[in-house]
């Protein structure tokens, strides 16, 4: 029989031995098995998963790892709205918006490269609508702006600042 554990973002394969009529064919399509699920796992992303949340009375999914964190020292006698948690495993971008509260950036591995613009580049990236879905995101790619639609954005990078962590 095969097992396939899955712990704290890692992997472990284990095939235990096999006996009798046909192991081959069985072990063949377990490690085709184990293949697919591996290349899965380079897929993983959970965007935002509450494990404190201060503002929402509903429990938080991922409650039972409060007891895990450890506070920052400057932070212990601050009151923290919410505490998230987002994961992956392969490169990924998020649009460039503003957040509604104060952020601490903690990688556990990994790197990640954050672009900060300053308040008054605000009209250079192009706010979505207020009252619209996603309120808090710009309209322009970044990657790909077209400049012909937003012409102020040509501008933005001037006012930005890239910050890169590694973990």
Known sequence: MGTLE???GSYHKG???????GDNAKLSNLEEI???VLDAL?????????????ENKEPCPLDMLRDDLEMPTF???KELASINLWMNRARSRSSTHYDPHHNLLCLVAGCKQ?????????????????????????AVDLVN???????????????SQKVPSSG
């Open 75 to 77: 932070l212990v006698n």
């Open 42 to 54: 380079d897929l993983i992303y959970l965007a935002q998963v509450p494990i404190v949340n201060q």
């Open 145 to 159: 702006p077209d400049y012909s639609l937003h012409t102020r954005a040509i501008n933005s990078d001037g006012y």
């Open 114 to 138: 954050v672009v900060l613009w300053p308040p008054c580049a605000c009209h250079m990236l192009y706010p979505m609508p207020i009252f619209g879905e996603a309120s808090n995101h710009s």
């Open 34 to 36: 184990q293949t697919s």
């Open 15 to 21: 095939i235990s031995t096999f006996s009798g009529h």
């Open 6 to 8: 899955i712990m704290k």
